[in-house]
């Protein structure tokens, strides 16, 4: 099984500015077509998750551009360039490499 | 635009069996390329993914808990299943129904069925 591990845990940050989390892989999840199979959700509180980042830096439809996916193999991270109010919740990265698909223990981000 | 709508029990009796439904709107899951999951989330807790399905009935589980839980595909009814048996505490979680792409992601999330088990 691929253990996925995320710091930090909690991410306290103040509006405007920017925010980082870090997702390391067990496992390499670079597969021979060439892509990372590495992706990024947030569940924002009562709500169910939802996608952000495929493929360690595509975003997903609807995705603000202040969110970007970065890294390759092993370690990856995905950044907030100016974080927003509306952007707390839990970040979660997951990797769909092989089975059992498995995420992150998630990254809680507050406001300050 | 697609929907996935969890249904089944709210709470379950501790080594009764958790059934859940989930109902898709907006695509058909026959010839689709798409894997439909299930993945649940205890409470206040991360996510685990338990099992996938293919149209054509192919089947993948998470080991931890392939002895216990089937998944199941109707495709008339353009739904699919999740059969847990022998619930314990340890089962309670919110339970997601979700369409995954064949680049390992889910895009489209149910809002989830909330199941407690409990005498």
């Known amino acids: 099984e691929i253990v996925m591990t995320q710091s930090p845990l909690s991410l306290p940050v103040t509006p405007g500015e920017p925010a980082s989390i870090s997702c390391t892989s067990s496992q390499n999840l670079q597969h021979t077509n060439g892509y990372n199979y590495l992706h990024w959700y947030l569940q924002k509180p009562g709500q169910s998750p939802q996608l952000l980042i495929y493929l360690g830096s595509d975003r997903a439809s609807g995705v603000p551009d202040r969110f970007s996916g970065s890294g390759v193999g092993t370690d990856f991270t995905l950044k907030i360039s100016r974080v927003e109010p509306e952007d707390v919740g839990v970040y979660y990265c997951?990797?769909?490499?092989?089975?059992?698909?498995?995420f992150g223990q998630g990254t809680k981000l507050e406001i300050k | 635009q697609l929907q996935l709508q969890e249904s089944g029990p709210g709470l379950v009796k501790p080594s009764e069996t958790l059934s859940l439904t989930c109902t898709v709107s907006?695509?058909?899951?026959?010839?689709?390329?798409?894997?439909w999951g299930w993945i649940r989330q205890p409470p206040g807790r991360g996510l685990e993914w338990i099992a996938n399905?293919?149209?054509?009935?192919?089947?993948y589980y998470n080991p931890s808990l392939k002895s216990r839980v089937a998944i199941s595909v109707d495709t008339l009814r353009n739904q699919f299943s999740l059969t847990l048996p022998s619930v314990t505490a340890a089962d309670t979680a919110v339970y997601y129904c979700?369409?995954?792409?064949?680049?390992?992601?889910?895009?489209?999330w149910g809002q989830g069925s909330r199941v407690t088990v409990s005498s």
């Open positions: 907006g695509d058909s899951i026959a010839g689709s390329h798409y894997y």
């Open positions: 399905i293919f149209y054509s009935g192919a089947t």
């Open positions: 979700a369409r995954q792409t064949h680049w390992g992601f889910f895009d489209y």
């Open positions: 997951m990797q769909g490499l092989q089975t059992p698909y498995t």
